[in-house]
């Protein structure tokens, strides 16, 4: 057994004392064979950025041969809205390193996310686990480097009110029980997740914590390890889709809308970024922020209104983004700065060896603290297409590094103060703000749509069908229409409160 692997939750990497990344067909016949699975699902992300799943009886060793190695049909038009009934077949392919025990199933089953080709075999241009590839690459292609990422996963979850130890209101960050209620639920889902291969950071309950009607309110946050961009897209889909299931055999509701009533903590997915050389972290530089993390930065600075579009896909989104909501509306990055659209967080630069005088009996750490830097996007939501969504941050950091000028422009997009404060007015007067409507967002798509389309990572018709998916809301000046008025506001909630 690899020593590495040794505490690894996830039983088929467990099983066969491999990492997933080294998993093979032969491997995936010999866990199904030796753990008696009578069944595989193909499951796939499709235009509404659900989990789609394709279920298989094992009849026979040569039929479980044949659907690894040639996949099987499906009915693309039904999936996306770009494809044409005329021409609509695609292939679904498991990828192996994806399988995973199924933790809800009755029948012993084995599920593994897939990828879309078309009639020709190839990679399907449009797909969004192909799309997201295409990004990194080109993101390695012109840096020679690496892009990470990681998904701080917040939901609520919904029940009715025992009446018993109830939770201050919008108190509940890191709360314990018995004020938070769900703290087992989401320990419960945290074991799932890890089972089918999520690296996970940490869990805690949020801020949101409100009684209404008779049920309670609670919101939860599950972050996860930064991982290569395309595995983390994978993470938080299954994430998503174990977290509902579990919902669901308990009775409870849950959404991971961006806005669930008025004047409470909405539901973000915040994005970590870094950036790897060789398995090291170049995201800083003798302890301080490198050039190369700036870069970055100030390409998100310069297409951050255009990755609203895959990261806030619904009216409601914009109703989380205004001010005074620890969500960012305006285009400017900081230090540990909530108030800010991107933020280095807290990177035990320390000079200190903080666990020796936590616990004096110890000797020196020595631990390499520089791997766990990152940087963070904090304007997405929910609503988002998750590949979609680090796909086009893979590409903002990219054109980072081929902007000439990007240490300038996250120097000039750089603040250090809260900006929604009055003595700071003119600071917040000078920066460009996020679009206001799914409208705003679709024109700044539009403006910067070349810088997408460029080495073919995103493509025209997947952005044109994002630019009519988004104009069809026609809520251009719905935040301004709607106001302060709490049923026009719950209207779009109930509407919008399965999203993504």
């Given at each position: 057994?690899?020593?590495?692997?040794?505490?690894?939750?996830?039983?088929?990497?467990?099983?066969?004392?491999?990492?997933?990344?080294?998993?093979?067909?032969?491997?995936?016949?010999?866990?199904?064979?030796?753990?008696?699975?009578?069944?595989?699902?193909?499951?796939?992300?499709?235009?509404?950025?659900?989990?789609?799943?394709?279920?298989?009886?094992?009849?026979?060793?040569?039929?479980?041969?044949?659907?690894?190695?040639?996949?099987?049909?499906?009915?693309?038009?039904?999936?996306?809205?770009?494809?044409?009934?005329?021409?609509?077949?695609?292939?679904?392919?498991?990828?192996?390193?994806?399988?995973?025990?199924?933790?809800?199933?009755?029948?012993?089953?084995?599920?593994?996310?897939?990828?879309?080709?078309?009639?020709?075999?190839?990679?399907?241009?449009?797909?969004?686990?192909?799309?997201?590839?295409?990004?990194?690459?080109?993101?390695?292609?012109?840096?020679?480097?690496?892009?990470?990422?990681?998904?701080?996963?917040?939901?609520?979850?919904?029940?009715?009110?025992?009446?018993?130890?109830?939770?201050?209101?919008?108190?509940?960050?890191?709360?314990?029980?018995?004020?938070?209620?769900?703290?087992?639920?989401?320990?419960?889902?945290?074991?799932?997740?890890?089972?089918?291969?999520?690296?996970?950071?940490?869990?805690?309950?949020?801020?949101?914590?409100?009684?209404?009607?008779?049920?309670?309110?609670?919101?939860?946050?599950?972050?996860?390890?930064?991982?290569?961009?395309?595995?983390?897209?994978?993470?938080?889909?299954?994430?998503?889709?174990?977290?509902?299931?579990?919902?669901?055999?308990?009775?409870?509701?849950?959404?991971?809308?961006?806005?669930?009533?008025?004047?409470?903590?909405?539901?973000?997915?915040?994005?970590?970024?870094?950036?790897?050389?060789?398995?090291?972290?170049?995201?800083?530089?003798?302890?301080?922020?490198?050039?190369?993390?700036?870069?970055?930065?100030?390409?998100?600075?310069?297409?951050?209104?255009?990755?609203?579009?895959?990261?806030?896909?619904?009216?409601?989104?914009?109703?989380?983004?205004?001010?005074?909501?620890?969500?960012?509306?305006?285009?400017?990055?900081?230090?540990?700065?909530?108030?800010?659209?991107?933020?280095?967080?807290?990177?035990?630069?320390?000079?200190?060896?903080?666990?020796?005088?936590?616990?004096?009996?110890?000797?020196?750490?020595?631990?390499?603290?520089?791997?766990?830097?990152?940087?963070?996007?904090?304007?997405?939501?929910?609503?988002?297409?998750?590949?979609?969504?680090?796909?086009?941050?893979?590409?903002?950091?990219?054109?980072?590094?081929?902007?000439?000028?990007?240490?300038?422009?996250?120097?000039?997009?750089?603040?250090?103060?809260?900006?929604?404060?009055?003595?700071?007015?003119?600071?917040?007067a000078a920066l460009e703000q996020l679009p206001d409507s799914c409208a705003a967002s679709a024109d700044c798509l539009e403006r910067q749509r070349a810088v997408f389309e460029e080495y073919?990572?995103?493509?025209?018709?997947?952005?044109?069908?994002?630019?009519?998916?988004?104009?069809?809301?026609?809520?251009?000046?719905?935040?301004?229409?709607?106001?302060?008025?709490?049923?026009?506001?719950?209207?779009?909630?109930?509407?919008?409160?399965?999203?993504?």
């Amino acid at each position: 057994m690899n020593t590495s692997l040794e505490m690894c939750p996830n039983r088929v990497v467990a099983f066969l004392g491999k990492p997933c990344s080294e998993f093979t067909k032969a491997d995936i016949v010999q866990y199904i064979k030796e753990n008696n699975i009578r069944m595989v699902n193909f499951m796939y992300p499709a235009g509404d950025g659900r989990l789609k799943t394709l279920n298989f009886v094992i009849n026979s060793a040569a039929y479980l041969d044949t659907i690894l190695t040639c996949g099987e049909r499906v009915d693309g038009s039904s999936l996306f809205p770009f494809i044409e009934a005329g021409s609509s077949d695609l292939y679904v392919l498991p990828r192996f390193r994806t399988a995973f025990l199924d933790p809800f199933a009755e029948i012993p089953t084995l599920s593994m996310l897939c990828s879309y080709f078309n009639k020709d075999g190839e990679p399907l241009e449009s797909s969004p686990e192909n799309t997201l590839r295409k990004a990194c690459k080109a993101f390695h292609e012109v840096t020679g480097k690496e892009f990470q990422a990681m998904g701080e996963l917040e939901y609520y979850v919904i029940a009715p009110d025992s009446g018993m130890f109830p939770a201050t209101d919008q108190k509940g960050y890191h709360e314990s029980a018995p004020y938070a209620k769900f703290n087992e639920f989401r320990t419960q889902c945290m074991a799932y997740i890890a089972q089918a291969g999520g690296q996970i950071k940490y869990g805690h309950s949020e801020v949101g914590n409100f009684a209404i009607d008779g049920m309670v309110y609670e919101q939860n946050e599950i972050e996860f390890l930064p991982v290569a961009a395309d595995e983390a897209a994978d993470q938080l889909m299954i994430a998503k889709w174990i977290i509902r299931n579990l919902a669901y055999r308990n009775g409870y509701d849950i959404t991971f809308a961006p806005k669930i009533t008025a004047g409470k903590a909405g539901s973000g997915l915040h994005i970590h970024m870094r950036i790897m050389d060789g398995g090291a972290n170049c995201m800083l530089d003798g302890g301080a922020l490198s050039a190369d993390a700036r870069r970055a930065i100030a390409g998100m600075m310069l297409l951050a209104p255009s990755i609203t579009a895959f990261g806030n896909t619904n009216p409601t989104s914009y109703f989380r983004l205004v001010p005074h909501q620890e969500a960012p509306t305006n285009i400017c990055w900081g230090d540990r700065n909530r108030s800010v659209l991107v933020r280095v967080p807290l990177g035990w630069a320390a000079k200190s060896d903080m666990c020796r005088l936590a616990n004096p009996h110890e000797g020196d750490s020595n631990y390499d603290t520089t791997q766990k830097q990152t940087v963070e996007m904090r304007s997405p939501d929910g609503s988002a297409d998750i590949y979609q969504l680090i796909a086009g941050l893979a590409v903002a950091c990219r054109y980072g590094f081929e902007l000439p000028d990007a240490l300038e422009i996250a120097e000039r997009t750089y603040v250090n103060v809260n900006i929604h404060q009055k003595e700071n007015e003119d600071r917040l007067a000078a920066l460009e703000q996020l679009p206001d409507s799914c409208a705003a967002s679709a024109d700044c798509l539009e403006r910067q749509r070349a810088v997408f389309e460029e080495y073919n990572v995103f493509s025209p018709a997947m952005i044109d069908g994002i630019l009519r998916r988004l104009r069809s809301y026609d809520d251009r000046t719905l935040r301004a229409d709607t106001g302060d008025d709490k049923e026009k506001m719950m209207t779009l909630v109930r509407r919008f409160f399965h999203c993504g």
